[in-house]
């Protein structure tokens, strides 16, 4: 005997011996569910057409509500992240206008960067002050004792830079 789950239509075969005249308790399993099966030709004989009708109006039933499940599903026609969905689904409204003040507000440069910015401008200012030394002193001799205190100066940072580093 082939029997069919009521569910989820798996089918299952069954020794006709295992279904007595009284009728016997089954369950699926796939799903689980339990139902009272009879043999088919005592189906037939004992109930009235009615039941009979009533059980299979009941399957079919439960085969729409089981196709209606199973069928795939479609792609979505709405995008997840758009502001109509997020607005209607969650209640989150977005400004479309934020680009807009973006682009008027000021935009920091930061402490650090600064830092890092104003190092790098010193560097290469004493790099170029130190290339073209001799040809300033030459047009502009007055200048040679500010850039021997300046090149001075930075020599003394790097001996207390040096001195604050080994004595750790």
Not at 6 to 32: H, L, M, W, Y
Not at 105 to 125: N, P
Request: aromatic content about 14%; charged content about 25%; hydrophobic content about 35%.
């Amino acid at each position: 005997m082939i029997l069919i789950c009521n569910s989820c239509e798996k089918k299952f075969v069954v020794p006709d011996s295992a279904i007595t005249a009284s009728g016997r308790t089954v369950q699926c399993g796939s799903c689980g569910n339990k139902w009272k099966q009879y043999p088919l030709d005592q189906i037939k004989e004992t109930q009235s057409f009615t039941k009979v009708q009533k059980k299979i109006v009941k399957q079919n039933q439960i085969q729409r509500k089981v196709g209606k499940i199973k069928k795939s599903r479609k792609p979505r026609e709405i995008n997840l992240y758009s502001p109509e969905y997020l607005a209607k689904k969650h209640g989150i409204t977005l400004n479309e206008d934020v680009k807009n003040n973006t682009a008027t507000e000021k935009v920091s440069f930061g402490f650090y960067s600064s830092l890092l910015l104003f190092l790098i401008i010193i560097v290469v200012f004493s790099r170029g002050l130190y290339f073209f030394q001799e040809f300033i002193i030459q047009k502009l001799p007055f200048t040679e004792f500010y850039i021997n205190y300046f090149f001075e100066s930075i020599r003394n940072l790097f001996e207390i830079w040096k001195d604050l580093i080994s004595s750790y």
